[in-house]
């Protein structure tokens, strides 16, 4: 049975598409994630669910109600549809249990014993028990998100939509908020997900939409789309997706700041501990020396790190331009920078470009 029926949605922000004539059916029980690039619609068509932003065109049913219609009634509807935000939304001057038990008595109407005892239920659900008189800010990221959860599930509704759930997260953090969605969707309650991470996205969706072209352009099951992408924007988004990708100039060299990017990176991934050692081996063994050690001018370097969804073998690929040099050799590198490189790295090689030199590292 389809909780949500949407039929021919259109929405423009000054006269510019954001949403084209976008169908989707999600049944009861789905877990249905939203992938896409910046600006593709995804929290526009999320939040044109629940009538946060009100399309141009276009039917919006929830459970057989045209939520569109200028007569619906809007507060129930969103009682049945929960919201989870990216910033949690806690009210800052509440402790966790009061965050939890507001609606169900302001909006809801329930007694504060009933809700009260609710409430300690679903934060023994949420791995939160015990943390009731615990203010927001005392809370980590993962823990607020999993409270702001308990709150919307206080008030029971048939549908929950996460809007970047894991996207203020630490990646350390990403995985409690995980573990919780997942419980929900297998308890068979229907959640609406919009993630920029690929992981999560993959280990929780029963579908996967994939949205460009201010539509939906391709959808299935995770495998489908993840392994056998069908369409060229498709493949193209999910390769980038699984590539850090930045620039180093010489003036404003920070090694440290680099080493903390491709770290976190790198733990969106299943990864090896020897390849965190291996972040901080590249940067003090090769680009520290290259850029700081030699006689040879090197102005700037693109570095790429490659990550597979599928296995902890990934790839990092640093391109220098404008050196005649072989980066891993004189005047830059000596054997012992080489040796340290080759004991956390499964090979490292170099090649000469039409521009300079690629470094490859196997990890």
Known sequence: MSVIKIR???????????????NLEIEKGEAVVIIGGSGGGKSTLLRCMNRLVIPDEGEIYIDGENILDKNADIDAIRRKMGMVYQHFNLFSHLNVLDNIILAPIKVAGMEKEAAVAEARQLLEK?????????????????????????????MHPSVILFDEPTSSLDPTMVDEVESVIKHLVSEGLTCVIVTHEMRFARRVASRIIFMAENRIYEEGTPEQV?????????????FRSRMFETEIKSESLDLYALASALRAFLNNYESETRQEKLILAVCDELLYPVFRGGEAEVSSCSVRLLCSETSTRHTMLISFRGI????????????????????????????KTETGWEVCIQM
């Open 226 to 238: 993840f392994d056998h992408p069908r369409r060229p924007l498709t493949q193209r988004f999910l």
């Open 8 to 22: 021919n949605l259109t929405k423009r922000f000054e006269d510019a598409p954001v949403l084209t004539n976008v």
């Open 324 to 351: 005649d040099s072989d980066p891993l050799g004189e005047p830059f590198l000596d054997e012992l920078n080489l040796r340290l490189l080759n004991n956390y790295a499964d090979y490292v090689f170099s090649r």
């Open 126 to 154: 949420v791995g939160m028990s015990g943390r009731e008189k615990a203010m927001p800010e005392s809370l980590s990221g993962g823990q607020r998100q999993r409270v702001a959860i308990a709150r919307t599930l206080a």
